[in-house]
């Protein structure tokens, strides 16, 4: 794991600093809300429905078991004793006081951990496969590189107030599991000819005006990589729309533009800075990659014993394939059977961080799934691991299956929602628990947004759930046939929409059409390709 | 009835206008009718409340006010699939009469 130098740790300490005394003005009346406003932006201090809300940067999802373990007690100390881990792979504390927030921070601060640029119209934090440095279909590790863009982004003055957010992120796999097209740039390492380069998609994006990224360039050389970056954002910075918020994304630019010109002025800019000492030195990324060296994985040789069927069932479904052999990715899953999507108590963080260094390296990663990753399990340890999840509620056999579900807070906590989603959720995964079709439907990908902002990824989803404001009450359209993975694509509306109960029947009535239509082998997603709409429609509407 | 509304400035908390100050609980909400976006103006001035706004709401079943819209409603409880963590940790009904 990348570790704080003295630049990276006097830069955090400094903005702790800054923020404090820039509370103590809030709480004093020296300041206004409007002038106090863009200040606690820029430390991810939200004032939501309840209370003031913290959004802390994981940077693209990694951390060990001495920060999960900092989240935890912030959980206890200022917050109501929980978490929620979000689909950028951060984590939010729903009950913050203003005269907390720079004490927080401070305590962040002292384990390399902060909130900068969780908000605001800069570059957010870099997201990254769940299972990067372990996967065994990755070309490389791709966190060195999202380090550097972290590094080149943090602070970086051109692009403190661009148009609108921004969000990048790096994947090195053919395998898409971080939604990569569906970010403003989107970037995939690659190997041409055995040399390692990066693919740039930029333009992507869910929210009111969902798009997925074109490629642009098919193959960056990586000492290239920030010059690349900084030409595409200055292009964007340039001509990117200021006089409308819904329409000063990226995607809108890239859209109205075309990929093609757009291409052409970023090649034309990225002409103009090669010279200009944008890269940093190669010496740099070297010592970057320095802390991201496997870990001393000796060949553990043995096989989990499968012969507690539960245990069975878990293996199956919640751990991914490792570069490593006698390893794999263990999957912990954040959605027990009728719970809240992403939220962790303080208590499991803390086991979280205990596993993580008893069982892998004293490594975590966050899933934009909202789910957690304990990269490197020897195969052997697996057992004891899965007991000790369990005992904790997290031992929940779903992932990728209909009770894996993505949810936004929703209503019950965001000030910009319009319905509520974890409610949905809840309903969504109780019934199929109950019926017993979440094992027969296999994947199927369920993701809810409580508003058309889409922080739920209801357009990505198999099965997506958007919640509107209908007269002033709540009302949930159905969507069929999205996905953010290496087959990105854009789910469509079914028809009216349901109210709370209805959306779940509704729901249970899509996936019974799949049941009935799909051939050997063929997933949700699958079958809604090769069949269409309709078959889905008459069922729901008829 | 016009309620004034905003979130505390030191706690974030949810609050409403009493007739003279504010209190976290809805029940203790005044009535504040034509003078409601003076109020709030003037108590925004005061930089006690965040960003204090009116909202809509007639007298409930019990009597309190009850918001017109559901969001003001659930500001006015807590999160709907969190009863411990709402005004009313008590009432296992409280949730469903936001509804």
Redesign the interface.
Known sequence: MYAYDQYDQAMVDARVAEFRDQCER??A?KL??DQFKPLRLMNGLY??????MLRVAIPYGTLNGGQMRVLADIAEKYD?GYGHFTTRQNIQYN?????DAADILADLAKVEMHAIQTSGNCIRNISSDHFAGAAADEVADPRPYAELLRQWSSFHPEFSYLPRKFKICVIASENDRAAMRLHDIGIRIVERDGELGAQFYVGGGMGRTPMIAPLIRDFVPLDQLVTYSEACLRVYNRYGRRDNKYKARIKILVHELGAEEYTRQVEEEFAHLLDQGVEPPLAELERIKGYFRDPDMPDAGQEADRSDPDFAVWLDHNTHAHKMPGYVSAIVSLKPVGG?PGDATAAQMRVLADLAERYSFDELRIMHTQNVVLPHVRKADLYALWQALNEAGMGTPNADLMGDIIACPG???C?L?NA?S??IA?RISQRFAANGKEAALGELKLKISGCINACGHHHAGHIGILGVDRK???NYQLLLGGSEAEDTSLAKITGPGFD?LGIVDAVETAADVYLRERTEGERFLDTYRRIGMAPFKEALYD | MKLITG?D??????TWWTGDGWSIHIEDAADAGDEAEAIATRE?AA?RV??PYVIEAEAGPDGAPRP????ER??AL?????VD?TLKPDDPTAAQKV?
């Open positions: 809030r709480l009346g206004s809300e004032l939501q429905l309840h209370a003031y109501r009950w913050i006081k203003l005269e809240i209503l019950d906590y000030s929602a509520r974890i409610p809840q002033g009450t709540e709370e | 979130n400035l030191k706690t974030g908390a949810v925004e930089r965040n960003v017109a819209h559901i969001k659930v500001r807590g999160p709907t699939v969190r963590l509804i």
